[in-house]
């Protein structure tokens, strides 16, 4: 998790962590520390309702056993990464080894489309570390602030382009019938 001087450092360059709109109040230093603690406090209430998803939730846990046999239990981006990444990303993990923890990270975001949450070909294992960043719109190498699309670049990297399109040809499959009363 960012800190409070990187999260302003964030709003000061015009990038809302929040996602919430902008306005000249964004850089006043009160208004800040206020959205920090509320952007700290949503993160924690997330990890919250994720843990007791995942303890209660067998179809997650089911795909979650799949998917680390399907990854060599080994974070898809460290098997994609360059030696100087490698490097960077073991540095960081050496200092906080909670950030190495495996996660299933969705490309296509679950609060995007519900249906494809137990998709397995949605759902990858990258490091606590660099799944948050790439969600956080957060550069796992240079820390800087990213776009969406930087971080949709990730994505294509770690599981390459013609299964990215998969997977948002059938979102976008799945968005027309929701539209279409399917």
């Known amino acids: 998790m960012i800190d409070i001087s990187q ?4 709003c000061n360059k015009g990038f809302c962590s929040r996602q919430t709109m902008k306005s000249k109040q964004c850089l006043k230093e009160s208004k800040q520390e206020l959205c920090y603690d509320k952007w700290k406090a ?14 209660e939730d067998i179809e997650w846990k089911m795909l979650k056993e799949e998917i680390k046999i399907r990854d060599n239990f080994e974070c898809r981006f460290y098997q994609v990464a360059t030696k100087e990444e490698r490097k960077v990303i073991d540095e960081i993990l050496m200092n906080n080894p909670r950030l190495a923890v495996l996660d299933g990270a969705h490309v296509v975001a679950r609060s995007k489309c519900k249906k494809m949450i137990y998709d397995n070909d949605n759902v990858y294992l990258l490091s606590r570390y660099v799944h948050g960043c790439i ?5 796992p190498i240079t820390k800087q602030s990213m776009s ?9 990297r770690i599981i390459g382009q013609e299964k990215y399109n998969e997977l948002y040809e059938r979102y976008n499959k799945t968005q027309e019938d929701i539209r279409n009363g399917k």
Do not use: C, T
């Not at 949503?42 to 303890?55: C, F, Q, S």
């Open 148 to 156: 969406w699309e930087e971080s949709q670049n990730y994505w294509i």
């Open 135 to 139: 969600d956080g719109f957060i550069d």
């Open 7 to 10: 999260f302003k450092e964030k």
């Open 42 to 55: 949503k993160l924690n209430h997330i990890a919250e309702k994720r843990v007791i998803k995942d303890d």
